[in-house]
């Protein structure tokens, strides 16, 4: 079978788009692009070879997917150095929900809570 499909992006909606864009910012090192004046105003956040996509949502709050199915994360970011991605959260004061660990699904992972209350697990196979 041929590889069709390249990577994906996350699309986070958010009920203040800004105040969300600042945060990871400041917080996460991502890069904002600010696209508010397109047909579908939104914010396209940069780090790596990552990229999330922020939208507004028409004044809703956030529902993350625990509160809403009873578990689950967000959004995955595949990392090769959790230990320094880690440390450099816990130094821009991102609430650390799970410390780095081994999963029992074979995953080195630690998870993060976001501003508007998304889990962003940060992690990778490791056997």
Request: charged fraction near 25%; include cysteine; glycine fraction near 6%.
């Amino acid at each position: 079978m041929k590889n069709l499909l390249i990577e994906s992006h996350c699309i986070f909606p958010t009920k203040d788009i800004i105040k969300t864009a600042n945060y990871y910012e400041q917080k996460m090192g991502f890069k904002a692009i600010p696209y508010l004046n397109a047909n579908e105003p939104h914010i396209c956040l940069y780090r790596d070879t990552t990229e999330i996509i922020l939208i507004k949502t028409n004044g809703q709050k956030v529902i993350p997917n625990r509160d809403l199915y009873g578990y689950g994360y967000d959004a995955y970011f595949i990392t090769k150095n959790q230990e320094e991605l880690q440390e450099e959260m816990i130094s821009s004061g991102v609430k650390i929900v799970r410390s780095l660990n081994d999963t029992d699904y074979n995953n080195k992972e630690f998870v993060v809570e976001d501003i508007d209350g998304r889990w962003i697990a940060f992690g990778i196979k490791v056997g």
